[in-house]
C-alpha cells in the first residue's frame, strides 16, 4: 500500500474515532439531559402530589364542623327485624369531610324533655354527600325482662323517619382502619357489631387494596344477619376479603350446607381452622360475653397486646374490656391502690359528696349524687361528658388502664373515665 494510500486511511481512522466519541458524547449529554428532565418532571410530580394531599387536608379540615350540624333522614331501611339504616345528607346541602372507616357519628336527641347523647358507628365508606348509621333496637335484658328498653335506639326506630332532621356531631373515634397497615386484619363482629367493619370492608374494596382481611360475623341466627347481600358482593369483588359467619342458635346440621358457615360461637378454635398462623391485626366490636371471652383466648393464644384493637359496644362492653385487661394483667401487675377519700363538688348543681371508691369514675359518682352531666359513648372516646375543673386534679383510666380516643383539654376532664386525685371541684 502506497505511503499516501496509508496516510489518507488513517486520517479516515481518525476522523471516525472522533465521529464515535463526538456521537457517544452526544448521547451521553442527550440521556444525562433526559435524565435531569425526567428527575425534575418527578420531583416537580412529588411536589404537586404533596401540594394536592396538604391542599385535600386542609380542604378536608375545614369541612369538619364544632357542635352539632342538621342532617336530614333522606332514607331509613329497615335492615332485620330490629335493626334499621338511617342514610343522612346534610341540611345546608355542603359536602361533608371524609371520615376514616370504622368511626362513628355523635347524635344529640331530645325525648321527653330530656337532651340524650348516643354514639353509633358509620356503617358505609366514605362519600362526600352522605353518612349511614346502622341502629339496633336494644330491648331488655334477657335477664331483666321487666328492666327498661334502650332509650334512643327506641326513639330512633319509633320517632325517627326519612325527611326528620337530627343534631349530628363530625365523625370521630380510633377504631378505623390504617391505611398504612399492612399486616392482614382479622375482624370479629358479634351482631350490630359488625357495623364499623361493613365501612372498612367497603373502604378497602373502594380503594382496591391488595391487604387480606378475614371478617369472622356472629349471630344468633340468619334473620339477624345485616348486610349479607352487601358483604357477598364485597367478597365476590375482593379475593382478600373472606367471610366467615357463625350462629349460636343454629345446629351443625342446618349450617353444613353452606361454605364458611358455623354452628355456636367465634372461638380462637374456629380462626385457627382458617388462619395459617396469630400474625394478624385482631379487630374486635360485639357484645361484653364476646369481648372478654376473645380477648383473654387471644391473649392465650400469644397474640400481643398492640395487635389487638377494640371498640366499646356502650358502657357494659366497656366493663367487660375493663375486666379482660384486668384478668390479662393477672398477678404479674401490682393492684391499683384505691383512691383516697376525697370531697367532689358540683358548683353549678351546688351538691358535694365524698369519693369512698363505689364508684368507678366521676360520671357514675355524679349520677348517684343526683348531678346530671351529658354522656355518650362512657368510654372516653366521645368527649360528651367533658367538664371544666374550678380547682382539684384528676387521673385517667385508673381501672385497668382502659385506653381514652377523646382529646384531653387543660383544665377539663372526661368525667366516665376520671377519678379525683384529693378535693375536686367540678362546673357541673
Known sequence: MEPVQVAAFVILALVAVQLAQFAWFSMWRLRRTVARERMSQTLLAEQIAGASELRIQREQGRLFWNGTRK???SRKVSETEDVSSFYLTPHDGKPLPLYRPGQFLTFQVSISGQEQRR???????????????TIKRVPAPRSQPDAPAGLVSGHFHDQVNQ????????PRGSFTLDPEERRPLVLLAGGVGVTPFVSMAAAMVAADSTLEAWLFYGVRDRKDLVFKAELDEMVEWHPNL?????????TEEE?????NEHAGFITVDLLKTYLDSNNYKFLLCGPPPMMSSLIAALQKWGVPKDHVLTESFGPASAKALTEAAADEAGDESPPESPVPPATVTFSRSVKSGTWDNSATNLLEFAERNGVEIASGCRTGSCGTCRVAMKSGNV?????YNVEADAEHEEGSCLTCIAV????????A
Not at 354514639?119 to 348509621?133: E, I, K, Q
Not at 373472606?242 to 343454629?250: A, K
Open 71 to 73: 342532617f336530614e333522614v
Open 119 to 133: 354514639c353509633f358507628s358509620l356503617s358505609n365508606a366514605p362519600a362526600a354527600d352522605c353518612y349511614r348509621v
Open 163 to 170: 325527611g326528620d332532621l337530627l343534631d349530628v356531631e363530625a
Open 242 to 250: 373472606h367471610l366467615v359467619i357463625c350462629y349460636s342458635e343454629m
Open 255 to 259: 349450617v353444613t350446607a353452606r361454605e
Open 395 to 399: 387521673r385517667y383510666n385508673v381501672r
Open 420 to 427: 379525683p386525685v384529693g378535693e375536686l371541684v367540678l362546673d
